[in-house]
């Protein structure tokens, strides 16, 4: 099992920057993949970024890559989601999520945390 718990959401004007944390509970962080996965108003969850347990490998959703960055600290137990360059459509509830799958041409995950508001004003 792992429990994850996010931090760092929060408003700011577009163009502005912010990093989101995970921290993880539990032994087996290391050994799972992390991602985040984002919910806009009205809209279904998606897919945001992976990185593998290693952080040798990342992946992006196509709207994020080159503005986002996914790391982790496997020693801290805890996976960022470092945010540039952001956009009022950037706006969502962000989740953590751990255990990543492939799932047809998206992602989902076994473990998720509870999620942390990021708003982007114009």
């Known amino acids: 099992q792992v429990q994850l718990v996010e931090s760092g959401g929060g408003l700011v004007q577009a163009g502005g920057s912010l990093r989101l944390s995970c921290a993880a509970s539990?032994?087996?962080?290391?050994?799972?993949?992390m991602g985040w996965f984002r919910q806009p108003p009205g809209k279904e969850r998606e897919f945001v970024a992976r990185?593998?347990?290693?952080?040798?490998?990342?992946y992006y959703a196509d709207f994020v890559k080159g503005r986002f960055t996914i790391s982790r600290d496997n020693a801290k137990n805890t996976v960022y989601l470092q945010m540039n360059s952001l956009k009022p459509e950037d706006t969502a509830v962000y989740y953590c999520?751990?255990?990543?799958?492939?799932?047809?041409?998206?992602?989902?995950?076994?473990?998720w945390g509870q999620g942390t508001q990021v708003t982007v004003s114009s």
């Open positions: 999520a751990a255990a990543l799958v492939p799932n047809g041409s998206s992602w989902s995950a076994g473990f």
């Open positions: 990185i593998s347990w290693s952080g040798g490998s990342t």
């Open positions: 539990g032994r087996t962080f290391s050994t799972y993949s």
